[in-house]
């Protein structure tokens, strides 16, 4: 079953615009992690958050998490063509220390050129 | 690359049959994990090793079976196929059994007709 469910299931927008997708999960977790998904492809780590985090950045991308609202969200800034894919946030949870990554169902983001 | 190799790329099977997947992890992991992703069910974990032994089980259908090897490999065998394990089916690989950052490969994509 999904832990994690992102908003919205589909955005399009123009190359430079700014990306924003939203994933809200239902129990404690130990970290969040975003990954993205060229279509038929592999997924790819793309950012970590642990539970005591609030904010982290890497490159053109900002990932926030509150866990008081069960929340978290990614921001692509300045989107390219090349930023279409399909993107996945993933909840590890905090009752046992192994274990395994539940994903949502991911945003399908497409950036036109 | 990720570095997790995936074997066969595209597989098509009739109803009843057996396949076996194989799961080759980047080096020095030891972890494997197996997921299946279909459009209507989404990304769902089915099952974790570590070292050879198997740590988690998701929703891993009775006549699916898992094992990692020696070396440290991973096989997926899936039995008496039905139309609708037709999916594709990712292996992941980290360096230890606590859930950071997966490293998927690109994934065996199953047809049964």
């Known amino acids: 079953s999904q832990q994690g469910e992102e908003d919205p299931q589909a955005l399009s927008i123009q190359e430079g615009e700014n990306a924003t997708m939203n994933c809200s999960y239902k129990?404690?977790?130990?970290?969040l992690q975003w990954y993205r998904q060229n279509s038929g492809r592999g997924l790819v780590h793309l950012i970590l958050i642990r539970s005591n985090e609030r904010e982290k950045h890497s490159g053109r991308l900002r990932v926030t998490l509150d866990t008081s609202k069960k929340s978290s969200s990614l921001l692509i800034t300045a989107s390219r063509a090349a930023d279409t894919a399909s993107y996945f946030c993933a909840t590890a949870s905090n009752t046992v220390s192994w274990g395994n990554l539940i994903f949502g169902k991911g945003t399908k983001l497409s950036v036109k050129p | 690359d990720s570095g997790v190799t995936q074997t066969p790329k595209h597989l098509i099977t009739a109803t009843g049959q057996r396949v076996t997947l194989r799961c080759s992890p980047r080096?020095?992991?030891?972890?494997v994990y197996w997921y299946q992703q279909s459009l209507d069910q989404g990304l769902q974990f089915l099952i974790q090793y570590y070292n050879g032994e198997e740590r988690a089980k998701g929703n891993i259908l009775e006549r699916f079976s898992a094992q990692q090897f020696p070396d440290l490999h991973s096989e997926l065998n899936l039995s008496s196929l039905e139309l609708g394990d037709s999916a594709l089916y990712f292996c992941a690989s980290s360096p230890t059994d606590t859930v950071g950052e997966l490293f998927f490969g690109e994934g065996s994509r199953l047809t049964v007709l």
């Open positions: 129990t404690s977790i130990n970290n």
């Open positions: 080096s020095g992991d030891l972890s």
